[in-house]
T-cell receptor, first 116, second 121 residues
Framework: KNQVEQSPQSLIILEGKNCTLQCNYTVSPFSNLRWYKQDTGRGPVSLTI?????NTKSNGRYTATLDADTKQSSLHITASQLSDSASYIC???????????????FGKGTHLIIQP | GAVVSQHPSWVICKSGTSVKIECRSLDFQATTMFWYRQFPKQSLMLMAT?????????EQGVEKDKFLINHASLTLSTLTVTSAHPEDSSFYICSSSRSPPGLAGFSYEQYFGPGTRLTVT
């Protein structure tokens, strides 16, 4: 069964600090992994998409890593800002799904709170 | 990124009434759109796949007669919650995916709408 596990479930850090969110998956065959940011009461917004051959990808203060061998990914946020407070969702796509949403496995997300 | 809109952003209705939620793909034609439901502190759960010009494909456990989906055009899909009950209160999110030509088996980016908060009293 395809699964995506995220940790921690929630995290509180002070503004300006760095943090790292983890995502472990068992989706097979693997196609790509995406990190989304979801503000409270809003739809998810894409941060990064990583394919099998990509180890690191950055988007501003967000840096995602992928280890396809161990089936782990991380999202590192540097110099956190109050606006980073949100849920961060890891989504893994299975190869051959043709883009269908049934090929996507969603993690439950990490709820991040940035305190001033 | 592509823009997907939803309307309304929130709605409160009485038990037994029906509510229609619109999902629009604003800057590309979407032959396929998806509807999700999200309960508090839970992950997104796929409800159905909406196909333009044909019937929607529902996930197991989702009542097709209760959640009516219409994909009238390449840019508009609607979800109607019929005879709503308090347990239908949830956050409903749609998404669309753009298909690069000639890339069979490639998983495409999902563009999510902002969501609609439904509260049934």
């Amino acid at each position: 069964k395809n699964q995506v596990e995220q940790s921690p479930q929630s995290l509180i850090i002070l503004e300006g600090k760095n943090c790292t969110l983890q995502c472990n998956y068992t989706v097979s065959p693997f196609s790509n992994l995406r990190w989304y940011k979801q503000d409270t009461g809003r739809g998810p917004v894409s941060l990064t998409i990583m394919t099998f051959s990509e180890n690191t990808k950055s988007n501003g203060r967000y840096t995602a890593t992928l280890d396809a061998d161990t089936k782990q990914s991380s999202l590192h946020i540097t110099a956190s800002q109050l606006s980073d407070s949100a849920s961060y969702i890891c989504v893994v796509s299975a190869r051959g799904s043709g883009g269908g949403a049934d090929g996507l496995t969603f993690g439950k997300g990490t709820h991040l709170i940035i305190q001033p | 990124g592509a823009v997907v809109s939803q309307h309304p952003s929130w709605v409160i209705c009485k038990s037994g009434t029906s509510v229609k939620i619109e999902c629009r793909s604003l800057d590309f034609q979407a032959t396929t759109m998806f509807w999700y439901r999200q309960f508090p502190k839970q992950s997104l759960m796929l409800m159905a796949t909406s196909n333009e010009g044909s019937k929607a494909t529902y996930e197991q456990g989702v009542e097709k007669d209760k959640f009516l989906i219409n994909h009238a055009s390449l840019t508009l899909s609607t979800l109607t919650v019929t005879s709503a009950h308090p347990e239908d209160s949830s956050f409903y999110i749609c998404s669309s995916s753009r298909s690069p030509p000639g890339l069979a088996g490639f998983s495409y980016e999902q563009y999510f709408g902002p969501g609609t908060r439904l509260t049934v009293t």
